[in-house]
């Protein structure tokens, strides 16, 4: 109010705005006027609200909606649903920096502890992986128990060379949130825990899967396979982040080989590369 009187107001007007679900939402009115509101000015104030409500309900939804989609299955897959994205089979090929997260020994973890425990144990490990994707402009797409999808879309203003990068940056804010996580947990007399992530890069189908009841907006492909497929030799090879060729070839420096394997449902033998130790520096991890 006294804000108001300062920038000169003389009278002030505030009244319930009608929401069909009783969100309490409220409108005010201020006027300089020497004498007021007068009586006429209110009641006409009061239509005016009646409607103002539908026309700001409908945008609040929009806004609620929006915000859950955001939430609930990431911002660019959010918008493309609001834009009516929402027909089975409907998609598009991308090209991008795939990245696959797994948290090491969970099972056993979450069997030797109770529920509320697990869970927010999970929601930590989340919040590492989420805050490092973000910083580097990435999209998670899907949490699968312990495992984290995440893409890095090339656009006109990133290229993959930039994508692939930017993933290897992710990973290196995954690594530096690792670390902080566990000194916090070694402090609390918990038991550290180990991550196992790989990044490949490629051409990505980007849009609706699922049953005719029930979408899912998602990335699959050969390349998001090959990624799971590499992910799952972190523990074998005992190196928290494998990447392919195809990212490596974009980042020499800071990868070595970790030899050749044959991965199940790629055909041919796969040069798999490490992510050197080196690359959890941050002043060798090159900056955006």
Not at 10 to 23: E, K, S, V
Not at 61 to 76: A, F, K, M, S
Not at 78 to 102: K, N, P, S
């Amino acid at each position: 109010m006294r804000e108001l009187r300062d920038a000169g107001a003389t009278d002030y007007f505030g009244l319930p705005l009608p929401f069909a679900d009783d969100t309490p939402v409220h409108l005010t009115f201020a006027t300089d006027r020497d004498s007021g509101f007068s009586d006429d000015d209110i009641e006409a104030l009061h239509d005016v609200a009646l409607v103002l409500a539908r026309l700001a309900e409908t945008f609040a939804v929009r806004v609620r909606v929006e915000r859950l989609l955001n939430t609930y299955i990431g911002r660019d897959a959010g918008r493309r649903v609001m834009a009516g994205q929402i027909q089975r089979g409907t998609g598009e090929t991308i090209e991008a920096a795939v990245l696959l997260a797994d948290l090491r020994d969970f099972t056993a973890t979450s069997e030797a502890q109770p529920r509320d425990v697990t869970l927010a144990l999970l929601n930590e490990y989340f919040d590492v992986v989420g805050k490092a994707v973000a910083a580097e402009h990435g999209e998670i797409l899907k949490f699968i128990g312990d495992g984290v999808l995440a893409i890095f879309p090339v656009s006109s203003e990133r290229p993959m060379a930039q994508a692939a990068l930017a993933a290897l940056r992710a990973c290196h804010g995954i690594g530096l949130g690792f670390a902080s996580w566990n000194e916090r947990r070694r402090q609390a007399g918990q038991e550290t825990l180990g991550f196992g992530i790989a990044v490949h890069g490629g051409e990505v189908t980007y849009g609706n899967v699922g049953a005719s009841g029930r979408l899912d907006f998602t990335a699959i492909g050969p390349v998001v396979n090959a990624a799971s497929r590499l992910q799952s030799l972190c523990r074998e090879l005992e190196q928290p982040i494998l990447v392919s060729r195809q990212i490596r070839d974009h980042c020499p420096d800071f990868c070595v080989s970790a030899g050749t394997r044959q991965l199940r449902g790629v055909a041919g033998e796969t040069e798999i590369f490490a992510l050197l130790p080196s690359a959890f520096k941050s002043s060798a991890m090159p900056e955006r």
